[in-house]
């Protein structure tokens, strides 16, 4: 299909949808100066668009119960900063929609036009954003653990921004699901440091598509610092000044001795950049001349090496597209099968994909600068971009650590280990030898408070929370001493909550009241003998636990059930069923579904790791679909497996016989994506009967 037409097609499909959001939602009118009453009731009683009497009150809260739509009208936007502060709900959208396509044009003379903090669930449609403002077109960055996510920006034009110093969109510091579609961008030309899409900092699932962008001075579109999971599709992208040709799309790492701290930014790496026509409609330029871009400036990140020697940079050259992409996995952390790039249209573009290093004047380098290309590098398969995952780097070990003092504000809550945030800064958060085959635990400091945290991707109203854990016994003071939250609407603080207090029992909050879950067990405290803060040196005692936690929000009445093992054990062989306590209300029956994932320590040395989430109970055991006997092999497989998890295939010639009994076969794990499985086991010619049973690990 044309690609008119399929926009047209989309345009068609975006009216249709704002018409049927229009008859299921409350609407309430905004413009440049209150009308009427100017309590938003109607166009002709139209709020002053910057009241925020109005946005706090009547629209967050009619959101708590319906979807909301607020109607601008035509005019100018000029008097002001928009400001958003943990607008929005999980369950119910805001709409902010054009009465007229494109008729509000929003401006502000300094600053940000709009700002978007800790805000979820809403849309733009149809707006122009333009003028002098000297920051920020769209702005949007978490409020500590409330999430700026699942936000939609489409049919809206940016345009001469000129002055804008960052961008004309920001996505900053974890902030995710993110849809940019049919905009326009326009004439973003305020140095270097400007762009038209700006996501550095952890940040996941931002969607691009439909969108033109048209000369910018510097990376169009840049992602930057463990900024994956992103894909940019059915794009236009066109330079028509040299001053103007910089990089397409970038993912771009800052590890400078003169402003971001050195070697504490890493490479995201997974990306699809499919079906966009890239367009150089000049010469000499700037360059180089990309569609898609990797570089590092200053020094390399923590346990890698970007900074390359003349012969590295010949190698990597000149090498084998394996050889390019075991080079690239190995010094850089960039996993080239991870890179979906496909179905592109190429006009003066000298690099499909390329490496740039560029050496920042004090940091050590390996004697070379310049540009690589690497055209073979990425998948061309046509394979889409995989579902992100719901937890990154959940074990603790992926590779790099953040071990340089942070001076940048918008990062002082990135943690030690990349992908969680935290708070106090991660400088607090401590390592520790990792647990059943892992190389990294993390321990929190035993002389403060202090919680880690991420936001749940792809949430659904059924979920499996697993972790191991410990407690020093070295503790301060009384009360709860681990705690996990796991929060169903971050904007109200609504979470079941459930914690070890300084007696290792169990419990669970219900509003502000610990209810302790005898049924849980007790544990014993690990014993840190020469007082270091490792429990595994000689004459340590350490004793890990086990905890489950499975949620049922899919049904009328959600609940949870918990789980846990004893000392150093992978059996779950406690639990405490049908827990309906929560903190700050409840689940919403069939729609609510976990955002937000937070770990405490209070004054106590705990040691946490291998976190698992996965969509699904696991407490349901998992259902056998298919068994048969063929060339001398018995196959079974089935589904309802807790994905990602581990399971050991048992048998018996006994079935009688205690579970202790059985023998271990073989070790798997059940599909990461969708929980089934599949066992194939040779059965020797004339060999006594045999039971199966699986276990889960």
């Known amino acids: 299909m044309p690609f008119t037409s399929c926009r047209r097609l989309c345009a068609l499909a975006a009216i249709l949808l704002l018409a049927l959001s229009r008859a299921r939602a409350a609407d309430y009118w905004a413009a440049p100066a209150a009308a009427g009453a100017g309590d938003g009731s109607s166009s002709a009683n139209a709020a002053y668009y910057l009241n925020s009497t109005f946005w706090s009150s009547t629209v967050q809260s009619h959101l708590s119960g319906d979807n909301v739509n607020v109607n601008f009208l035509n005019g100018n936007y000029g ?74 920006i489409s049919y809206c034009q940016f345009l001469n921004l000129t002055n804008a110093y960052y961008a004309a969109i920001g996505l900053l510091n974890g902030t995710r699901d993110i849809t940019v579609d049919n905009c326009a961008f326009t004439n973003i030309t305020n140095g270097g440091h400007a762009h038209m899409i700006y996501a550095p900092h952890d940040i996941m699932g931002v969607v691009v598509t439909n969108c033109i962008f048209q000369d910018c001075k510097a990376d169009y579109v840049r992602f930057r610092d463990d900024s994956e999971y992103c894909v940019v599709d059915h794009c236009t992208f066109i330079s028509t000044m040299s001053a103007t040709a910089f990089p397409f799309v970038s993912a771009e790492l800052y590890n400078e001795t003169n402003s971001d701290s050195a070697g504490d930014e890493f490479f995201g790496t997974y990306f699809q950049i499919s079906s966009n026509s890239f367009i150089y409609n000049v010469s000499g330029g700037p360059g180089p001349y990309s569609a898609l871009h990797f570089s590092d400036t200053g020094y390399s990140p923590q346990s890698y090496d970007c900074d390359l020697t003349y012969e590295q940079s010949t190698n990597l050259a000149k090498g084998t597209t394996n050889a390019q992409q075991s080079f690239l996995q190995t010094n850089m952390g960039i996993i080239a099968s991870g890179i979906k790039m496909f179905g592109n249209a190429y006009s003066g573009v000298d690099n499909h994909v390329d490496y740039t290093y560029v050496w920042d004047g004090t940091a050590p380098y390996g004697g070379w600068q310049g540009t690589v290309r690497l055209d073979n590098v990425p998948d061309s398969s046509g394979a889409l971009l995989p579902p992100w995952p719901k937890l990154r780097n959940s074990d603790f070990d992926r590779q790099g650590l953040l071990l340089t003092s942070i001076s940048v504000g918008l990062k002082d809550y990135e943690c030690l280990f990349r992908t969680w945030l935290c708070n106090p800064k991660y400088t607090d958060i401590l390592l520790h030898p990792g647990f059943n085959g892992t190389t990294n635990a993390m321990r929190f400091d035993r002389t403060a408070s202090q919680y880690i945290y991420q936001w749940i991707s792809n949430p659904t109203t059924t979920w499996t929370m697993d972790c191991l854990f410990a407690i020093g016994s070295s503790f301060t003071g009384t009360g709860t001493k681990f705690k996990v939250d796991i929060f169903h609407n971050d904007i109200a603080g609504s979470k ?61 009445s959600s609940y949870v059930n918990i789980y846990t093992s004893g000392a150093n054990s992978m059996a779950l062989n406690h639990q405490s069923l049908g827990k309906t306590y929560w903190v700050s209300g409840a689940p919403v029956g069939g729609q609510s579904a976990p955002g937000t994932i937070v770990f405490y320590n209070y004054t106590a040395p705990v040691v946490l790791d291998q976190i698992v989430f996965a969509a699904g109970l696991a ?50 794990n059940f599909d990461s994506a969708t929980g089934a499985f599949s066992i194939t086991n040779t059965m020797a010619p004339g060999a006594a009967q045999k039971f199966y049973r699986l276990q889960l690990q």
């Open 79 to 152: 008097a002001g900063m928009l400001s958003f502060t943990n607008i929005g709900n999980p369950l119910h959208r805001l709409t902010l929609q054009a009465v007229n396509l494109y008729g509000p044009v929003f401006s502000t003379t300094g600053g940000t036009i709009v700002n978007n903090l800790g805000c979820q669930n809403i849309k733009f449609y149809g707006f122009v954003f333009t003028g002098p403002c000297t920051y920020w077109g769209v702005y949007c960055i978490p409020n500590y653990l409330r999430p700026c996510r699942n936000l939609e």
């Open 496 to 556: 079941v909550s459930i914690g070890v207090n300084d007696s290792g029992q169990f419990g669970i909050y219900n509003g502000g009241t610990f209810t302790v879950l005898p049924e849980l067990g007790t544990i014993a405290f690990s014993v840190d003998g020469n007082g270091n803060g490792i429990f595994t040196d000689p004459g340590d005692m350490l004793n890990v636990y086990r905890l489950r936690i499975v949620g049922n929000y899919a049904a009328a």
């Open 619 to 668: 407490d349901q055991p998992p259902a056998m679909n298919s068994a048969r006997f063929s060339n001398g092999k018995f196959i079974f497989s089935g589904t309802n497996g807790f994905a990602g998890v581990g399971y050991y295939i048992l048998s018996s010639t006994n079935l009688a016989l205690p579970l202790s009994n059985w023998t271990r076969e073989a070790t798997n």
